[in-house]
T-cell receptor, first 114, second 112 residues
Framework: GQNIDQPTEMTATEGAIVQINCTYQ??????LFWYQQHAGEAPTFLSY????GLEEKGRFSSFLSRSKGYSYLLLKELQMKDSASYLC???????????????FGAGTRLAVHP | EAQVTQNPRYLITVTGKKLTVTCSQN?????MSWYRQDPGLGLRQIYY???????DKGDVPEGYKVSRKEKRNFPLILESPSPNQTSLYFC???????????FGDGTRLSIL
C-alpha cells in the first residue's frame, strides 16, 4: 500500500536546529516534496528531492535516501515564524505520462518557543 | 500576481443543498487538483485534471463532481452534501505536471 509517516508534533527553541523525519512506502517514486503550512493557510512549497542527497536552501535543507524510503527536513536558526505544520509529500507516478499524484503525510506540527 | 483563487472561503450549509466551490488560476497551468484536509489525515486528493476536458478520480472522489471546460477554472461540485464532507478544501495547480503545486487559500465547508 501507500503510506507516509511523520511525527505528529515537535517542539524546539528559537535559534536551535530541528530535524523533521519522513518515511514512505509507495508503489512508485518520482520525487519528494516538503511544504510548510501555517494554521488556517495554504501549503507553500519548501523543497523538492528526486535524487539521493542533501538539497540546501538558506535555513532549510532536505535530505533523501530512496533505498531507505526516508527523508528529513532540517531547519536551522529557528525563528518564531517557523511555527507551522510541515507536510511531506511523495510523487507516485501512475504511468509514464507523468501523472502528478501527490501522496501527503499527515504533517508535523512544529512549535518554536522563545 | 500569480495565484489560485477559491470561492467561497467559508460556507455553512445544510445536508442535501447542492453547492459549488470555484477555483481559478491565472498561471496558464495545465494540471489542477482538489484536496480535502482533515485532522490527522493530511491532504487527500479528490479529483484532478491534466488539461481541458481531462479529469480523473483521486483517492476520495465519492460525493463530488468536477468539470474542466476552460483551462483556468476547475470547480468542485457537491450535488447532495452530507456532514461527512465537512472539511477544509484546497485547489492546486502546476505546470508542467511534475512541478510544485500552487495552492489556493482554502475553503472551509461545514455541512449541518
Amino acid at each position: 500500500g501507500q503510506n507516509i509517516d511523520q511525527p505528529t508534533e515537535m517542539t524546539a527553541t528559537e535559534g536551535a536546529i530541528v530535524q523533521i523525519n519522513c518515511t514512505y512506502q509507495t508503489s512508485g517514486f518520482n520525487g519528494l516534496f516538503w511544504y510548510q503550512q501555517h494554521a488556517g493557510e495554504a501549503p507553500t512549497f519548501l523543497s523538492y528531492n528526486v535524487l539521493d542527497g542533501l538539497e540546501e536552501k538558506g535555513r532549510f535543507s532536505s535530505f533523501l535516501s530512496r533505498s531507505k524510503g526516508y527523508s528529513y527536513l532540517l531547519l536551522k536558526e529557528l525563528q518564531m515564524k517557523d511555527s507551522a505544520s510541515y507536510l511531506c509529500a511523495v510523487r507516485d507516478l501512475k504511468f509514464s505520462g507523468g501523472y502528478n499524484k501527490l501522496i501527503f503525510g499527515a504533517g508535523t506540527r512544529l512549535a518554536v518557543h522563545p | 500576481e500569480a495565484q489560485v483563487t477559491q470561492n467561497p472561503r467559508y460556507l455553512i450549509t445544510v445536508t442535501g443543498k447542492k453547492l459549488t466551490v470555484t477555483c481559478s488560476q491565472n498561471m496558464n497551468h495545465e494540471y489542477m487538483s482538489w484536496y480535502r484536509q482533515d485532522p490527522g489525515l493530511g491532504l487527500r486528493q479528490i479529483y484532478y485534471s491534466m488539461n481541458v476536458e481531462v479529469t480523473d478520480k483521486g483517492d476520495v472522489p465519492e460525493g463530488y463532481k468536477v468539470s474542466r471546460k476552460e483551462k483556468r477554472n476547475f470547480p468542485l461540485i457537491l450535488e447532495s452534501p452530507s456532514p461527512n464532507q465537512t472539511s477544509l478544501y484546497f485547489c492546486a495547480s502546476s505546470s508542467p505536471v511534475d512541478q510544485p503545486q500552487h495552492f489556493g487559500d482554502g475553503t472551509r465547508l461545514s455541512i449541518l
